[in-house]
């Protein structure tokens, strides 16, 4: 069967599906959707996944080992920030260090729910767009981000020290913490680059029978199709 496409509505149309938010779109990335309407009135949305699979090549061992490591270097990266950001020191309560370490705190939290949503994963999982980005991309990113910020934090506590000769036990302690938990996120960062993930697109007889399961409508890049044979 081959896919004759007629354009039927875009997603600017809401008379039917009605407006959509931007995180709704987000959350349905590459979900093929229509709305039917039920003898009694009521609405359906009936939905199938037709974008592309992302797979990591776990076995079952080497799986709980990545998803072990993720959970300590979180923990001991968000403890060591939480150490140094609560260290009783004049370069704490600069505004650009506040800044930055609000900036951290972000990061971190997003970090601490990709690993959480890490351990939902099953071994050799094929992952929709979403769950690749929420875990994968999600722990790459903010482990990159943590490092980062944590470095320049530690960099802006040694200059305002120096500046104001006032580097004390508690703020070189301060300034330690902050290096060794951007360290510990650039090791989370190393270790999610060296994940193996290969993208498995849906193409072909595969998308066209899925297409045939939610019904004679089929939705690509926001714009509602006709199937025809």
């Known amino acids: 069967m081959s896919l004759k496409k007629q354009n039927l509505f875009n997603e600017k149309n809401t008379s039917e599906s009605g407006y959509?938010?931007?995180?709704?779109?987000?959350?349905?990335?590459?979900?093929?959707?229509?709305?039917?309407?039920?003898s009694d009135g009521k609405v359906?949305?009936?939905?199938?996944?037709?974008?592309?699979?992302?797979?990591?090549?776990?076995?079952?061992?080497?799986l709980w080992k990545w998803k072990i490591m993720h959970c300590v270097l979180g923990c001991f990266g968000m403890c060591l920030y939480l150490y140094g950001a609560s260290r009783n020191t004049p370069g704490?309560?600069?505004?650009?260090?506040?800044?930055?370490?609000?900036?951290?705190?972000?990061f971190i939290l997003w970090n601490?729910?990709?690993?959480?949503?890490?351990?939902s994963l099953k071994q050799e999982k094929m992952l929709t767009i979403r769950e690749y980005?929420?875990?994968h991309i999600a722990l790459e990113k903010s482990c990159m981000s943590g490092f980062i910020l944590q470095e320049i934090t530690a960099l802006l506590l040694i200059i305002f020290g120096v500046l104001h000769q006032n580097l004390n036990q508690a703020g070189i302690g301060g300034i330690g913490a902050f290096i060794l938990s951007g360290c510990i996120y650039f090791l989370g960062w190393r270790i999610e680059r060296k994940v193996v993930v290969k993208k498995i697109p849906?193409?072909?007889?595969?998308?066209?029978?899925k297409a045939d399961n939610i019904g004679d409508?089929?939705?690509?890049?926001?714009?509602?199709?006709?199937m025809g044979g």
């Open 20 to 38: 959509h938010s931007r995180f709704y779109h987000q959350y349905f990335e590459d979900w093929s959707e229509r709305v039917v309407r039920m």
């Open 44 to 62: 359906k949305v009936e939905r199938v996944y037709t974008g592309d699979y992302y797979e990591m090549f776990f076995d079952k061992a080497n």
């Open 92 to 106: 704490n309560l600069v505004w650009y260090v506040a800044i930055v370490q609000m900036f951290s705190l972000f």
């Open 112 to 119: 601490i729910i990709s690993i959480i949503r890490v351990f």
């Open 133 to 135: 980005k929420i875990t």
């Open 202 to 209: 849906q193409e072909g007889k595969a998308l066209e029978e």
């Open 217 to 226: 409508f089929y939705k690509e890049k926001g714009v509602w199709f006709r």
